[in-house]
């Protein structure tokens, strides 16, 4: 394990809160971060208060929906949940991932062999 | 989708970014305190859970920082605040606020009213429907006036006729003069001015009756019942707005006339073919009556078809002119139209004229604007200087170089954006003022208005302004080194010689640019002086003259001799009983004044000699023995006298330049036309008695021409002006001369007396307007430049106190200061003076044609205007000179 935290590339933290909200279900600002930190096993460099601002521009294009409420310790909060154009968003989202991750993984792997075969 | 969404939703957040704001607060304690909950769960002690919670948080305002980042739009919430921010600066600092403002607001407004007056004679088109297919039908500029400008009732027909490039023609009876109309309600008769027009005019230019209706060809048939349509403005000022007018007759020239409609305010006939003269009403013109043989009398406009050019126009004029007669009956007169047939825009005629003048007072108030750009440019510097700390400071704690210059544009543009403001209302009180200016000569001037044009122009300068003089000390600033700054906090320090420097250079271009305007100024000014010293071949000066109402009408009179006997009886007996009233010096009658309407005659030619083709007659006046004398005019050999009558020798007067023309074809031995007599086609031979001077009968500025006078015993006239000559001012006459009037005629109507110095006024007042303006936008140019120099200069003053101040204590005397700050400015206005008069000689093409007797490059202007500047810039650099050599050393080596 390296010391240093991986930085976030632009536009991952939009998708762990969609992977978050569809898997925990209607969760707070601090929640969701809390469970991305712990998923990440600390790994990511997560200023919390990030979240803020992926949450508001999810929110801006439709893709979560919020309101206040009260949470197990008796606090009020803003929950935030998925809605369906944020679940559709979050699928495209993942196939992107998944296969820019090949991709990544097959670049990654090249050695010498293939470039002699090539030749 | 979702993206267009969320823009609406920014804009939205940023329009209600207190609630949101709220809400994040919330959202953000909410989240610290689940954070220290936690923390304490896991053991921490209440102060250091608080701690880490923050930690992880990453900074509570760059968590807000990047929400409303995200959630509405940085650039125009940091703009409100800059623009919250600039209101409060101004506002604490209201001298250099008040004179931003009114520097721009005085520069803005010159550039608004100005263009909307070229918006008006150049940009916009005339107020007709499809004006692009008008146009005006005539010859070439020629110097024998309206009459050759203008068409017989035979022409008119074949001209109509044979052209395929027009919807129809139509025009104007060209030569009805001022207060032709006698309303009679029953007291004393109303004088009024009416215009007779082809029954087809309304038509041709698109404009609809507001009540009633416009002329249909019955209207102008013979024997047809006399109809007439009212202008707007006499519709209200005479009939009292009347909402049943249509229909009711009145008595008008002795006859019940009907009237048919009311025309729209936005019709103005003055305003578009006669500027600076007002028409109420107008008649239709019978083509078919008496004006059949009264010769070129008709002026020509055209709409032409749609898809037809204006080229195809011209060529198909060039073929139909030879075929226009100026009289079927008389086959010769056949083709002298010839080469004299030529459509051009109607919006060129009109404003063509005018083109040149509006664009040198175009460039003018551009000059102007960029007078008060870079004054304001030198007053922001001076201001950024003296901030330069604050930004410094701001820089210091993290404000991007860029985030300082946009706060600088932003002062600019909210300064800008209240000149324009100030500016716009001023000059709609300017245009407002013009519109009403009834007497000046220019055309459309009553249709002036602000417009959405207008409002678009202003924002475009205002923001083009405030980036001018916004970027220099922005950039400047910004430029500048935050250590530098904050280390340049002393006066005299050497790092502020940048500083000056630039401000050397601005203060220079303005004083050049002044120059430029002064010397234009100045060349207008001395030509306006060289025209009213134009000798016009008569008097202005006391005297006046009256439109006269008289009835020579003799039944049966086979040649109108009868009616000219009875004319010089009616005259004679007016000009004895006027001439008798105290204080009148001579009276005289003549048909039509100088520098107003004329027409000619054909050429009278020396007997035994062919006159020349296509040569122009002289303009023919009509008057009575003493008319020469009430206008002041001088006359070789006699004047007319009353027993030169019908029965007599026909006798005429021509003035000097024909009769050198004469006099030179080689007829008469003696090479002197007085006593000869001329051939006159067909007439009795005129014989020359007097010749007399000169005299301006279109124009002030321009060359005379050929003048004949025929006595009003003798030759029909068009009407009867009185000319009364007093040795008092002629105003105090006019109850006296009515009164005579009345008492000898009491249908005569209550017509003006009008001084001859006004007609003299009137026909330079185009060109005085536009002198006044660019005197006065000179004016303005020069306090500007004026203050600009103060201002710099009085900066150095005080940053150099020190300087000063050690110079005097080392034994400077107060002279020597003052000579050296003093020297100081003359150099900088020197360069710019230099610059100034360069530039002046290179452009000074562009205003040679609105000359008159003066050189583009006339010397005692430049020398006169080039010191007058000068002086202004000693004047300027003076106060703070000797400010500087007040100084006490002791003082001034405390500063700091």
């Known amino acids: 394990m390296s010391p240093e935290k991986l930085d976030l590339l632009q536009g991952t933290l939009d998708l762990m809160v969609l992977q978050t909200l569809i898997v925990m279900g209607s969760m707070h600002g601090y929640g969701i971060a809390r469970r991305i930190e712990q998923v990440s096993a600390d790994e990511v460099l997560l200023n919390q208060g990030t979240i803020y601002a992926s949450l508001v521009r999810l929110e801006q294009r439709g893709w979560i929906s919020s309101n206040w409420g009260t949470s197990d310790n008796n606090r009020r909060a803003k929950f935030y949940s998925i809605t369906s154009a944020g679940k559709r968003q979050l699928a495209a989202d993942a196939r992107y991932w998944e296969r820019l991750k090949e991709v990544m993984e097959r670049v990654l792997a090249m050695d010498k062999s293939a470039e002699g075969a090539d030749a | ?896």
């Open chain 2, 1 to 896: 989708m979702s993206e267009v969404m969320r823009v609406v939703k920014r804009l939205w957040a940023f329009l209600r970014r207190e609630p949101l704001d709220d809400d994040l607060e919330d959202e953000l304690a909410a989240h610290l305190q689940f954070a220290i909950d936690d923390n304490i769960a896991r053991g921490m002690s209440p102060a250091e859970a608080r701690r880490i919670a923050l930690i992880s948080i990453g900074g509570m305002d760059q968590a807000r920082y990047k929400h409303r980042e995200a959630r509405g739009f940085m650039t125009l919430d940091i703009f409100k605040q800059d623009f919250k921010f600039t209101l409060r600066t101004l506002w604490h600092d209201p001298s250099f606020t008040v004179v931003a403002v009114l520097i721009l607001a005085l520069a803005i407004g010159a550039n608004i009213a100005v263009f909307s007056v070229v918006n008006t004679l150049l940009l916009r088109p005339l107020p007709f429907p499809n004006a692009q297919q008008l146009v005006w039908i005539a010859p070439p500029p020629s110097k024998c006036g309206m009459s050759c400008a203008t068409y017989s009732t035979d022409a008119y027909d074949e001209f109509r006729a044979a052209s395929r490039s027009y919807q129809d023609v139509t025009g104007y009876f060209a030569f009805s003069g001022s207060d032709n109309l006698s309303l009679n309600l029953g007291s004393a008769p109303t004088p009024a001015t009416s215009i007779d027009v082809i029954q087809n005019f309304f038509q041709v230019l698109g404009v609809q009756a507001q009540m009633g209706r416009v002329f249909t060809p019955e209207d102008a048939r013979n024997g047809a019942a006399p109809v007439i349509l009212l202008s707007n403005a006499w519709w209200k000022r005479q009939f009292n707005a009347d909402p049943n007018i249509v229909g009711k007759a009145f008595d008008m020239n002795g006859r019940q006339t009907t009237v048919i409609g009311v025309l729209p305010a936005s019709f103005d006939f003055g305003a578009v073919f006669a500027p600076g003269t007002k028409v109420d009403a107008v008649t239709p013109l019978n083509l078919y009556g008496p004006p059949r043989d009264w010769g070129n009398i008709i002026t020509f406009i055209g709409r032409m078809k749609p898809g037809v050019t204006l080229s195809q126009a011209v060529d198909e004029a060039a073929r139909v002119a030879p075929k226009m007669c100026w009289n079927n009956k008389h086959p010769e007169t056949c083709g002298d139209y010839k080469g004299g047939v030529v459509p051009v825009p109607l919006k060129d005629y009109i404003g063509g004229k005018l083109r040149r003048s509006l664009i040198v007072l175009w460039s003018a108030v551009g000059a102007i604007l960029l007078i008060a750009c870079v004054n304001l440019s030198n007053l922001l510097l001076a201001r950024a200087a003296a901030r330069a700390k604050e930004f410094a400071m701001r820089g210091a704690l993290g404000a991007s170089r860029g985030r300082i210059v946009r706060q600088l544009l932003t002062e600019s543009l909210v300064l800008s954006g209240m000149g324009a403001i100030f500016g716009f209302m001023l000059a709609a009180v300017l245009v407002e003022w013009l519109a009403h200016q009834g007497a000046i000569a220019l055309p459309l001037l009553s249709t002036l208005h602000m417009d959405g044009a207008a409002l678009g122009w202003t924002v475009l300068i205002a923001f083009f302004s405030a980036m001018i003089f916004g970027v220099v000390p922005g950039l400047r600033m910004a430029g500048g080194n935050v250590y530098e700054s904050l280390k340049d906090a002393g006066p005299g320090a050497s790092a502020s010689r940048k500083h000056e420097r630039i401000r050397s250079v601005l203060v220079v271009s303005e004083v050049a640019l002044a120059c430029m305007l002064l010397v234009g100024a100045g060349l207008l000014l001395r030509s306006f002086m060289n025209v009213l010293k134009v000798d016009l071949g008569f008097e202005p000066d006391h005297a006046a003259a009256i439109k006269v109402a008289y009835d020579d009408s003799v039944p049966n009179d086979k040649d109108g001799s009868l009616s000219a006997q009875k004319r010089g009886v009616i005259f004679q007996q007016i000009q004895n009983r006027v001439s008798a009233l105290p204080g009148v010096e001579a009276a005289g009658f003549t048909d039509y004044l100088p520098l107003g309407q004329n027409r000619s005659w054909g050429l009278p030619y020396p007997k035994g000699l062919k006159p020349p083709q296509g040569l122009d007659g002289p303009l023919v006046y009509v008057i009575t023995p003493g008319y020469m004398r009430a206008m002041g005019t001088p006359i070789r050999g006699r004047d007319f006298v009353w027993s030169d009558g019908p029965k007599s020798e026909a006798v005429v007067m021509i003035n000097r330049s024909y009769a050198q023309y004469l006099s030179n074809l080689g007829a008469w031995s003696d090479k002197d036309a007085l006593n000869k007599p001329l051939g006159s086609g067909g007439g009795p031979d005129l014989h020359i008695v007097g010749i007399v001077d000169d005299v301006h009968e279109e124009n002030v500025d321009g060359d005379a021409g050929w003048q004949i006078y025929y006595p009003a015993t003798q030759a029909n006239p068009s009407g009867a002006e009185l000319v009364v000559r007093t040795r008092m001012n002629p105003a105090s006459l006019a109850g006296a001369v009515l009164a005579t009037l009345r008492e000898m005629d009491p249908k005569q109507p209550a017509n003006e007396f009008r001084p001859i110095r006004l007609l003299v006024s009137h026909a330079v007042s185009g060109r005085q307007f536009f002198m006044l303006l660019v005197v006065s936008f000179a004016g303005l140019g020069l306090l500007l430049a004026a203050l600009g120099i103060y201002g710099v200069i009085s900066y150095s003053v005080t940053r150099q106190t020190q300087e000063i101040g050690i110079r005097m204590a080392l034994g400077a005397s107060a002279g020597h200061v003052r000579g050296r700050i003093l020297t100081s400015t003359l150099r900088l206005a020197f360069i710019g003076v230099a610059i100034g008069v360069g530039a002046s000689l290179a452009g000074a093409k562009l205003i040679a044609v609105l000359l008159f007797g003066t050189s583009p490059w006339d010397l005692i202007t430049y020398g006169s205007m080039a010191l007058l500047l000068l002086i202004i810039a000693a004047l300027s650099g003076y106060i703070p000179a000797f400010r500087a050599s007040r100084i006490s050393p002791t003082v001034a080596l405390r500063t700091n």
